[in-house]
Every structure is written in structure tokens, then in C-alpha cells.
């Protein structure tokens, strides 16, 4: 169904009440951790991580500017590009605090949120709802409290999925493929690590997507056109990382699922 059988999908004031319902949720989740829970403990392994790289690239963006934070990253890039980045951006902001950097999750799950919902042209009572129904779930305090990108990766590349599986309807226009195609790459580029994963479940997806244009258009060339379009603006925005990294991420792959099996199984 188009846009324009939709005369009340997606008006401001979905984004408003959207946005306002994510970061409201997130400033009290951490509000209230800061107080009685999660906050006030030492936080996990991996986000202590995430913290020390963000921190150290932060250090690296106000001694030498924003060039010399790109050369950081190049000459050494992050093992998670979203957390590092996330929590970089968030002590910037806010100096710091381990609250800060909580929030860029609810923030990032907020833009995921209003992405899809823009995306597949939700009607704006029905994107009300959606919105409240997220930030009202267990799964967004987990997004908020839980620094390292799983959650968020999962989010992302659901989205994704969702979008090739329908493609037909959703990516209608140039514009709409090449922002999926983009928003694909930044998806990869949350949990690098996971990246065979993603690809798998977004062939099937595109494949499933593909069955069922062909039975609207007759052919798979709409498809066709759509998958590559999708293939470069993504490899444009992952490739500059996934390159000089592919080995590495290869052997921490098989680091950890070969070498290390009797780990997982115990």
C-alpha cells in the first residue's frame, strides 16, 4: 500500500511522542541504576571495554581534532565501531559517566525505531503504539543497561530483514533501496564479529523478497536492481572497515567457535 493511502501515516508528532516516550524511558532507567541498581555497581567486562576505548579515542579527538581521530581509527579501529564510537560520543556530551553512555543506547534504539517505522509508512496512531510498546518492554531496559552492541546488532539487522522480505512494497523508490543499502553497512558495522550471520539471514530475506516480487512483476529484475543497489551503498559504508579487518575478524571468528567449542558446551 502507498503513501498516499495512508493520509495520517507518520506526521510529526509521531517522532515527537516517539522520541519523547525512548528518551524519557532511558533517562530513568538510568536515573534509577544510578541510585539502587545497575549503575552503582562496577559495570560488566565488555562495557568496561567499550568505556576505555571510547574514553582513549575522546582523549585522542581533543588533543588533536577530528583528523586525528580518523587516522586513530584507521591505524587502529575498534572492535565494536558502534560502542566505541557510542561511548565516545556519549562523555562528549555529557562528560565522563557511565549514564551517558547507557543513553546513546536508548538514543541509537530510538533512530532504529523511527527508521522502520518511516520506512514502512506506519500510520501514526499504529506508530504511537509501536512506540510505546517498545520502551515499555523488558528488551529496551536491557538496550539501555547493556552497553556491548547485541541487542542493538539484532535490532538492526531485524530491520533489515523486515525490509528485504517486504521489498516490493517498501523499497518503492532509489532513494529508499540506497537508504537501506547504507543502513545495512552501519548495521555490520555494529557487531563486526557477527557479520556471517547477518548475511545469511539478509540473503534469504532478499531471496524470500525476490519469490515474491517476481510473482508481482513477473521477473527478478526489479530484485536485481534492488540487491545491487543495496550491495553498494553498503559495501561503501562497511567495506573502508571490513577490508583491512576481514582476516582478523576470520580467525577471532574461528577463535571462537572451533577452537574454543568445549567453552560454550560447558
Same mark, same amino acid.
Request: no cysteine; net charge positive.
Given at each position: 500500500?502507498?503513501?498516499?493511502?495512508?493520509?495520517g501515516?507518520?506526521?510529526?508528532?509521531?517522532?515527537?511522542?516517539?522520541?519523547?516516550?525512548?528518551?524519557?524511558?532511558?533517562i530513568?532507567?538510568?536515573?534509577?541504576?544510578?541510585?539502587?541498581?545497575?549503575?552503582?555497581?562496577?559495570?560488566?567486562?565488555?562495557?568496561?571495554?567499550?568505556? =576505555?576505548?571510547?574514553?582513549?579515542?575522546?582523549? =585522542?579527538?581533543?588533543?588533536?581534532?577530528m583528523?586525528?581521530?580518523?587516522?586513530?581509527?584507521?591505524?587502529?579501529?575498534?572492535?565494536?565501531?558502534?560502542?566505541?564510537?557510542?561511548?565516545?560520543?556519549?562523555?562528549?556530551?555529557?562528560?565522563?559517566?557511565?549514564?551517558?553512555?547507557?543513553?546513546m543506547?536508548?538514543?541509537?534504539?530510538?533512530?532504529?525505531?523511527?527508521? @522502520?517505522?518511516r520506512?514502512?509508512?506506519?500510520?501514526?496512531?499504529?506508530?504511537?503504539?509501536?512506540?510505546?510498546?517498545?520502551?515499555?518492554?523488558g528488551?529496551?531496559?536491557?538496550?539501555?543497561m547493556?552497553?556491548?552492541?547485541?541487542?542493538?546488532?539484532?535490532?538492526?539487522?531485524?530491520?533489515i530483514v523486515?525490509?528485504?522480505?517486504?521489498?516490493?512494497e517498501?523499497?518503492?523508490?532509489?532513494?529508499?533501496? /540506497?537508504?537501506?543499502?547504507?543502513?545495512?553497512?552501519?548495521?555490520?558495522?555494529?557487531?563486526?564479529?557477527?557479520?556471517?550471520?547477518?548475511?545469511?539471514?539478509f540473503? /534469504?530475506a532478499?531471496? @524470500?523478497?525476490?519469490?515474491?516480487?517476481?510473482? =508481482?512483476?513477473?521477473?527478478?529484475g526489479?530484485?536485481?536492481?534492488?540487491?545491487?543497489?543495496?550491495?553498494?551503498?553498503?559495501?561503501?559504508?562497511?567495506?573502508?572497515?571490513?577490508?583491512?579487518?576481514?582476516?582478523?575478524?576470520?580467525?577471532?571468528?574461528?577463535?571462537?567457535?572451533?577452537?574454543?567449542v568445549?567453552? @560454550?558446551?560447558?
Amino acid at each position: 500500500m502507498s503513501a498516499d493511502h495512508k493520509p495520517g501515516f507518520f506526521r510529526y508528532e509521531t517522532i515527537g511522542v516517539t522520541a519523547f516516550f525512548s528518551l524519557k524511558t532511558a533517562i530513568l532507567i538510568a536515573g534509577s541504576a544510578a541510585v539502587g541498581g545497575r549503575l552503582a555497581l562496577p559495570p560488566v567486562y565488555d562495557d568496561v571495554t567499550y568505556f =576505555v576505548d571510547g574514553l582513549q579515542r575522546l582523549e =585522542v579527538f581533543h588533543n588533536h581534532g577530528m583528523i586525528g581521530l580518523v587516522r586513530n581509527l584507521v591505524s587502529s579501529p575498534p572492535h565494536a565501531p558502534y560502542s566505541s564510537i557510542a561511548a565516545m560520543f556519549g562523555f562528549l556530551v555529557a562528560g565522563p559517566v557511565r549514564g551517558a553512555a547507557y543513553a546513546m543506547n536508548g538514543l541509537a534504539a530510538l533512530l532504529i525505531t523511527l527508521f @522502520w517505522l518511516r520506512l514502512f509508512r506506519v500510520p501514526t496512531p499504529l506508530a504511537l503504539l509501536a512506540g510505546m510498546i517498545i520502551v515499555s518492554t523488558g528488551w529496551f531496559d536491557m538496550v539501555v543497561m547493556t552497553f556491548h552492541p547485541d541487542l542493538m546488532f539484532g535490532y538492526g539487522v531485524a530491520t533489515i530483514v523486515a525490509a528485504l522480505i517486504f521489498q516490493v512494497e517498501v523499497l518503492s523508490s532509489p532513494f529508499r533501496t /540506497i537508504a537501506v543499502g547504507i543502513a545495512a553497512g552501519l548495521v555490520l558495522l555494529t557487531k563486526p564479529v557477527g557479520f556471517p550471520a547477518a548475511l545469511i539471514l539478509f540473503a /534469504i530475506a532478499w531471496a @524470500w523478497g525476490a519469490f515474491v516480487g517476481r510473482h =508481482v512483476a513477473g521477473s527478478y529484475g526489479d530484485a536485481s536492481r534492488r540487491l545491487a543497489t543495496i550491495l553498494i551503498a553498503a559495501t561503501l559504508v562497511a567495506a573502508p572497515y571490513f577490508v583491512p579487518q576481514l582476516p582478523g575478524l576470520i580467525a577471532y571468528i574461528h577463535a571462537g567457535f572451533v577452537d574454543q567449542v568445549a567453552t @560454550w558446551r560447558s
